[in-house]
């Protein structure tokens, strides 16, 4: 019996995180897409769909062998309303992961050129420029969220709210004093 190869558990792993985006995008005030707290940021809305031009172009790059700004990527076009960032982003993941499927691990010391005209192992792109990196932003995004007074969801533990809802489930649960 063989164990989970390097793929199998990024493959894992990045599918558990991107459970967990949809779930901030599912959370996004629905009247906020500009929402902006820096004017030289992003607005919640382009954040958002910064995380689906994560997977669809890291995704297309490795499975070319090399990036470039002049890349058309399939089904890139931004949404400009929050609620066609989740399945926008969705649809996205999915074909990356699609582009993925038979990428093996002896090919992750494999070298692709990077958009600046760097090497860089496919191993480092999953890992660092994809997976770390969708995870930063999307921590940006749940702060923006909740900046926006939206409650973005607990994602490795529970927020204030679902935190409150417990405890006052516990209390309930607690016998009376005599």
Same mark, same amino acid.
């Not at 820096?38 to 669809?56: F, Q, T, V």
């Not at 890349?71 to 931004?78: E, I």
């Not at 926006?148 to 417990?166: C, I, T, V």
């Given at each position: 019996m &063989?164990?989970?190869?390097?793929?199998d558990?990024?493959?894992?792993l990045?599918?558990?995180?991107?459970?967990?985006? /949809?779930?901030?995008?599912?959370?996004l005030?629905?009247?906020?897409?500009?929402?902006?707290p820096d004017p +030289?940021?992003?607005s919640i809305?382009?954040l958002?769909?910064?995380?689906?031009e994560?997977?669809g172009?890291? &995704?297309f790059?490795?499975a +070319?062998? =090399?990036? &470039?700004?002049?890349?058309h990527?399939p089904d890139? +076009?931004r949404?400009?309303?929050?609620t066609?960032?989740a399945?926008g982003?969705?649809?996205? =993941?999915?074909q990356?992961v699609?582009? /993925?499927?038979?990428?093996?691990?002896e090919?992750?010391?494999?070298?692709?050129?990077? &958009?600046d005209?760097?090497p860089m192992?496919?191993?480092?792109v999953l890992?660092?420029e /994809?997976?770390h990196?969708?995870? =930063?932003?999307r921590?940006?995004l749940?702060?923006m969220?909740?900046?926006?007074s939206? #409650?973005p969801?607990? /994602?490795?533990?529970p927020?204030?709210?679902?935190m409150?809802?417990?405890?006052?489930m516990?209390a +309930?649960?607690q016998p #009376?004093?005599?």
């Amino acid at each position: 019996m &063989s164990g989970f190869s390097e793929m199998d558990t990024f493959r894992s792993l990045w599918a558990s995180e991107a459970e967990r985006t /949809l779930r901030v995008l599912e959370t996004l005030p629905s009247d906020q897409y500009d929402f902006r707290p820096d004017p +030289k940021g992003r607005s919640i809305g382009e954040l958002a769909w910064h995380l689906a031009e994560i997977d669809g172009c890291l &995704s297309f790059g490795v499975a +070319k062998g =090399h990036f &470039s700004y002049d890349d058309h990527v399939p089904d890139l +076009k931004r949404p400009r309303q929050i609620t066609e960032l989740a399945p926008g982003y969705r649809r996205v =993941h999915e074909q990356a992961v699609a582009r /993925l499927t038979n990428l093996e691990d002896e090919r992750l010391d494999e070298n692709v050129t990077f &958009s600046d005209g760097r090497p860089m192992t496919i191993r480092n792109v999953l890992w660092e420029e /994809l997976l770390h990196h969708l995870v =930063h932003h999307r921590g940006q995004l749940a702060l923006m969220c909740r900046m926006a007074s939206g #409650a973005p969801p607990g /994602l490795y533990g529970p927020n204030r709210e679902e935190m409150q809802e417990m405890q006052e489930m516990i209390a +309930k649960m607690q016998p #009376a004093s005599a």
